[in-house]
C-alpha cells in the first residue's frame, strides 16, 4: 500500500528546486534525528542545521538559504515547513469513505443518509438528518434530529452532534467533541435559577476542525457561528452565541463565554481566557493563560499571565501584590516631598 | 406543533401588565435584532433601549420603566430577564419521555427500569440500576452498577455514570458528562504512587445541571455531593470528596480539587480554580480565571487574575514582579533616610 | 461477598505493629468521622488527633508518635497513609475480567482478542488491534486499527484509543478519556491553515492511570510517549510529541502544549499549563494554576499564580501593573537623587 515518490515527482506537483540526485526515491516523511534512506525530512529554523551532519535522511526539503548546508539530495523552497506539510499530505492521504452503513448502526427512517457516505459500528443518527456524500460518522457517535453533516466531513469514533446543527464540508471533528449542547443560561429566581431553553443552533463552516473533547454550546436565541477554516485544538469550550471568524485558530483548553466575538485570522494560545460579551479584532494573537477581561480593538499580541518563579522567590514576591497601591501612593509622597525641597 | 399564545393568554399565566393590543399573537421568543412580527422579545437592560427603535419584534417584555419606551404591544414586569425565561419555556417545553426501551439497549435483568422511562439506542445499563419514572436516558449513556436515576432526569447522548451513585430528580446531564470516576488517590510509596481504591458515591441532588464534558469523582472513602439546584455548564472537573452547596452556579472550564467545600448560591466564573480541602462560604463569587489557594469565609467576590496587556507592555512590567520585594526594600530605605532628615 | 479480616491477619500481610486486642475484626476502611466497629480508621497528621476522642471505628492505623494517642485496638506503621492504602486495597481489590466478548460488542475478524479478556457491550475493536489477557475493555470503548492493549489493563466505559497506539500492563483509563487524536499541527498557507498529516503514535508505559476526558494527542512525526507508573488526573491535555517522565503525576485540567519533555517524578499542580517544546527537569513541582514558559532545569517547586483578594483590594491593586515599568524607573530616580546629595 505504500508508495515511494522520486525527488523529481515531487517537485513536479509540488514545486520547489532540486539540488542533487533528482531520482532518489523516499515513502515517507521523518524528523532529521529519525528519519532512515527511505524518508524525506524539513529544516525549517536554520538553528537545528547541526542536524543535518548526522541525519540519515534519503532527501531533505529546506530553504534556499540553506542551499549549502548538506549535500544530501534535497528540495529548496520558500517555506519548508508548508512544503513539508504538503509532501506528507501526498505520502499519507486522508481516509476515504468506504460507502455503507454498518448494520449496528440505528439510523432513523426519516434520516437522509448519501448512498457515499460511510458510517461505522453503533453510530445514531436521528429523524431528519442529512448525511452528505464521502462523510464519515465514526463508531458510537450521535447525530441530532434535522442536524446536516456536508460532503466529506469525518466525524471520529464516539462525537455528539445534537439536533438542528449544521456542520460543513470537509471538517474532521475528534473523539469526543460535542457540538450544540445548551449554553448556559440562567435567570435568577429568588435563590434558585431557570433555566432558559437553549434554542438557538450551531452552524460550522467549512474545512474546519475540532480537537478531542472540545465542547460547542448551541445559541440561546441566536445562533453560535463558526466560520471557515477555524481550527480548534482539544478541550475548548465554547459558549453560547459565540462567533469565531474565519481561520482563526486556538490552542488546548481555551475557554470562549457566551456571546464574545472573535475577529478573522486571530490565534488564542493554550488556557486562555475569553469573557463573554466581548468583542476581539481580527489578526489578533491572545497569548497562552491569559484572562481576555476587555474587548480588543487593534490587531496585535495580547498577554496577562504571572510569570512561574522559584516557589520561595514567587512567595517573597507575590505577598507585594496587595500592597501595591499602597506603594504608588508612598512613591508619589516621597516625590512630593523631593520636589518640595 | 408550533403554538401561539396571545398576549393576554401570557400575562394571565404568568402575571405582568399589558400595554398596546392584548390579543396580538407571539409564537416564539427571539432577540430585538432578529425578531419578526410572530416573535416576543425582551429588553432587560436599558442600555440597549435604542434597538427598539428597529426591532420588528411582534410583542416585547420590558421592566415598568421603560414603559414608555416602544408602542409596539407589551408587556411591562420587574424582572423582564426572568419573564421572559418563563415565556421561552412556555413555548419550548422540555422534552418528555416517549416510554420504552429501543432494542438495541443493554439492560441488566437485575435493573428496575420505570415503564415510564425512556432508553435510548444503545445505552446500557448496569446490574442493581434503578431508572425512574419519566427518565430519558440517550444515546449510547451508560449507567453503572446500583445506580439510581430520579424521575424525570433526563441524559443526552453519552453520558457514563459509574455505579453506586445516586442522581436526583429533574436533572439535565449534558453529553460527555461523566459522574463517578474515580478521585486522584495516591500514596507514595518510594518512587512509585500506590493507588487508593475510591470507594465513596456522588450524590446529586433535585434539579441540577451538568454541562458537557463535565466531570464528577466519586469519594475516595465518604461520598462526592451536589446539593440541589445546583448548575455545572461544561468542561468542570470536581474531585473527590467535594461539597458544592444547594443553587451554586459555575462557569465552564473550572477546576475544584478534592474535599473542597463550597457553600450555596455561590458562582465560579470561567476557568477559576478552587484547591483542595478549602472552605468557601455561601454566597461568595469567584471571578473567571482566578486561583482560589485559601479559604474564604465572609460573603462578597474574589479576584485573582492579571489584566491582559499588549504584549510588550506586558512584558516591560511583568519583568519587575521577580523584584518587587527589592522594590519594597528600596523604598523602606529612601523613606527612613527622608524621615530621619 | 464481604471478607472480614482480623488485626493479626492484616499485620502479617502488611507488617505493622499491633496495639490492642489484635482479635478485632473488620471488613472496610473509613473515615475517623464516619466509622462504626466494623471499619478500620486511620490517622495520617496529628494534628486531627482530636478525632480519636469520638471515633467509632473498630481499629485505627496510626505512627508510631501516636501510639498513645487512643486506646482503640491499633496497628502502628511509619506512613500510615501508605499503610491505609494498601489495608483499602486488601479490602477493594481491583474488578477482574470475567473473560468473554459481550454480543453487542464488535470485533473485527482481524483482530486479537486474548480468551481472558472481558468485552462489555458495544464496545468496537478494529482490524489489527490485540488485546490482551485479563483485559476489560468498558461498554461502548472503541479501540482502532492496530492498537495494542496489555494484560490487566482496563478500560472503562467509553474510552477511545485511536490507531496503532500502545497501552501496556495494568493500566487504568478512565471513561471519556481519548488517546492518540490528531496533534494541532497546522502549517500556515496564505490566510488559511494547511493541515499536518499525524502520523506518530501514542505508547503508554506500564501501570499508568489516565483519568475521566483526559486527551493525549499522537506524535505529528515521532511518538508521544506516557512513561511507566505515571499518574493523570481528569480533563489533562496532553500535546503531540510531548513525552512524560516515569512516576510524574499531574492533577486535574492541566495542559501540556507539544513537543514539551517532562522529567521522572514530577507534580504538576491543577490548572498548571505547560508551553511547548520546553524541558522540565526530573523532580519538578509546578504549582497549581501556575503558566510555565521556559525550561525548568533544577528540581524544585515552581509557582506563578496571582494571590486571589477581596475584588476592590485587587482592582486597586492590580491596576498598578501596567504601572511597574514606571514605578521602578521612578524608584531609581528617588535613589539617584538621594545618593548625588
Known amino acids: ?32 534525528e529519525n528519519a532512515g534512506p527511505g524518508h524525506i525530512s524539513f529544516l525549517s529554523k536554520s538553528r537545528y542545521r547541526r542536524l543535518l551532519a548526522t541525519t540519515r535522511a534519503g532527501a531533505i526539503i529546506l530553504s534556499s538559504a540553506d542551499r549549502g548546508a548538506t549535500s544530501i539530495p534535497r528540495i529548496l523552497c520558500e517555506d519548508p515547513y508548508l512544503y513539508f506539510a504538503n509532501v506528507s499530505r ?5 481516509q476515504q469513505a468506504r460507502p455503507g452503513i454498518h448494520p449496528s448502526a440505528v439510523v432513523d427512517a426519516d434520516a437522509t443518509v448519501s448512498p457515499g457516505a460511510q458510517l461505522d ?4 443518527v436521528g429523524a431528519g438528518a442529512h448525511i452528505g456524500d464521502g462523510v464519515i460518522i465514526g463508531a458510537g457517535s450521535t447525530i441530532g434530529e434535522r442536524t446536516h453533516i456536508g460532503r466529506n466531513t469525518r466525524l471520529h469514533a464516539r462525537v455528539t452532534v445534537y439536533q438542528d446543527c449544521e456542520i460543513g464540508q470537509r471538517c474532521l471533528l475528534h473523539s469526543g467533541a460535542i457540538i450544540g449542547a445548551d449554553g448556559f443560561g440562567l435567570a435568577r429566581d429568588g435563590e434558585s ?13 467549512n474545512d474546519v476542525e475540532i480537537g478531542a473533547n472540545t465542547t460547542v454550546d448551541r445559541g440561546a436565541i441566536d445562533d453560535t457561528v463558526i466560520e471557515d477554516g477555524v481550527k480548534l485544538d482539544n478541550q475548548i469550550q465554547i459558549g453560547h452565541n459565540v462567533r469565531i471568524g474565519a481561520h482563526t485558530a486556538m490552542a488546548g483548553c481555551v475557554g470562549v463565554a457566551g456571546s464574545a466575538t472573535i475577529g478573522r485570522s486571530c490565534t488564542v494560545g493554550g488556557g486562555a481566557v475569553i469573557l463573554g460579551h466581548l468583542s476581539i479584532a ?3 494573537n ?8 476587555k ?7 495580547y498577554t496577562g499571565a504571572f510569570p512561574a518563579d522559584d516557589h520561595k522567590s514567587w512567595l517573597k514576591n507575590a505577598a507585594h ?3 501595591l497601591d499602597a506603594f504608588a501612593r508612598r512613591l508619589s509622597a516621597l516625590e512630593k516631598k523631593e520636589r518640595t525641597k
Open 90 to 94: 501526498m505520502f499519507n492521504p486522508e
Open 193 to 205: 435559577w431557570l433555566k432558559i431553553p437553549q434554542i438557538g443552533r450551531v452552524l460550522i463552516g
Open 321 to 323: 501584590l496587595r500592597g
Open 295 to 301: 474587548s480588543i480593538s487593534a490587531p496585535g499580541t
Open 1 to 32: 500500500m505504500v508508495r515511494a515518490f522520486r525527488l523529481a515527482e515531487i517537485a513536479e506537483r509540488l514545486g520547489g528546486e532540486i539540488a542533487g540526485n533528482p531520482e532518489v526515491s523516499v515513502y515517507q516523511v521523518a524528523t532529521l
Open 286 to 293: 491572545v497569548s497562552a493563560g491569559t484572562l481576555v477581561t
Open 282 to 284: 481580527d489578526h489578533v
Open 121 to 124: 459500528a453503533g453510530c445514531v
